[in-house]
């Protein structure tokens, strides 16, 4: 088994790699966010192939980020499951900054990136109610409490005054900005009306890439803030996520490096044939490359 790692802001190498491997690729759709960090968790089991998102020194901003490569190549590496950690507001009082959530809901706002690999001439559905992959999710889960975040209870995003520490919380929805800036106020307030519960810029999209590709997704969602809706915290700045990424980070590489033997173990799930009835396009309509394209991602073609 190989587990495909997204790191976000702040997150830009795995520690305690051993048979450590760097590799430059190519995909048809481009270059990735840079090269693929490969190895395997000291005394653990299983392969990880890494990729910083945002590439080394943070130089890609979420509009700027060639999605399509990066999943191409993690697919491309072997990988089978793929976990984005991200760093996302909250708009719940009881996620509170340095809480994790495990998303399992994403209302996708962006529109300047590309979030399929069909089109060119091929058209193709994916079923997408269901966004994240519970077995991939509750792998996660395990390893979280294997490396010590205690387990938030159900009703602990509603809580008026949460309980302080950091906790992991099981399901949230997440709304999916385009970004760069940080929300508005009243962008904030709506969001919070919506019933969501976070809010960032990079996991709804490469969810929607991570399904086409038949590729298990989670999403590790690390709280920074309150965004802008919570009249008594201090607006989203740049400086305050950072101030409190760095434990966030620690938290989430712990994870990590839990994660192999548990995500070898998960149960079964339909992620592997997610695509099987998903194209439309005539098969004699289909052109070369495109085919080329479509073996690449999950050996059909049509």
Not at 103 to 123: L, M, W
Not at 130 to 155: D, I, L, M
Not at 277 to 285: N, Q, S, V
Request: glycine share 10%; proline share 5%; net charge neutral.
């Amino acid at each position: 088994m190989i587990l495909g790692v997204l790191g976000g802001s702040g997150l830009y190498d795995i520690d305690g790699l051993v048979d450590r491997r760097t590799a430059e690729v190519s995909t048809p759709f481009g270059a990735p966010s840079g090269p693929l960090v490969s190895g395997r968790v000291q005394g653990g089991e299983g392969r990880l192939v890494f990729l910083p998102r945002h590439g080394a020194g943070h130089r890609f901003s979420p509009s700027e980020i060639n999605y399509r490569a990066n999943i191409h190549a993690l697919k491309a590496a072997g990988a089978t499951r793929v976990l984005s950690v991200s760093a996302v507001g909250s708009l719940r009082e009881g996620m509170l900054p340095g809480d994790l959530v495990l998303v399992d809901q994403f209302i996708d706002k962006t529109f300047r990136r590309a979030s399929t690999f069909f089109g060119d001439g091929v058209v193709g559905h994916v079923s997408f109610a269901e966004p994240t992959c519970p077995a991939f999710g509750a792998a996660v889960a395990a390893a979280a409490a294997e490396a010590g975040v205690p387990e938030a209870p159900a009703e602990a995003r509603l809580a008026a005054r949460p309980a302080a520490g950091k906790r992991l919380h099981r399901g949230g929805t997440y709304v999916c900005m385009e970004g760069p800036q940080f929300s508005t106020r009243a962008e904030s307030l709506l969001h919070r009306s919506w019933g969501a519960d976070l809010i960032g810029m990079t996991a709804a999209t490469e969810a929607k890439l991570c399904r086409e590709a038949e590729l298990c997704f989670a999403a590790l969602a690390l709280v920074t803030d309150y965004d802008a809706w919570h009249t008594e915290e201090a607006a989203v700045t740049a400086e305050a996520v950072l101030a409190v990424l760095a434990a966030n980070v620690a938290g989430a590489k712990a994870i990590v490096r839990c994660l192999p033997p548990h995500a070898g173990r998960a149960a079964a799930c339909g992620c592997a044939t997610a695509a099987a009835h998903a194209i439309l396009t005539a098969p004699e309509a289909i052109t070369p490359e495109a085919r080329q394209r479509l073996r690449a991602l999950h050996g059909r073609e049509s």
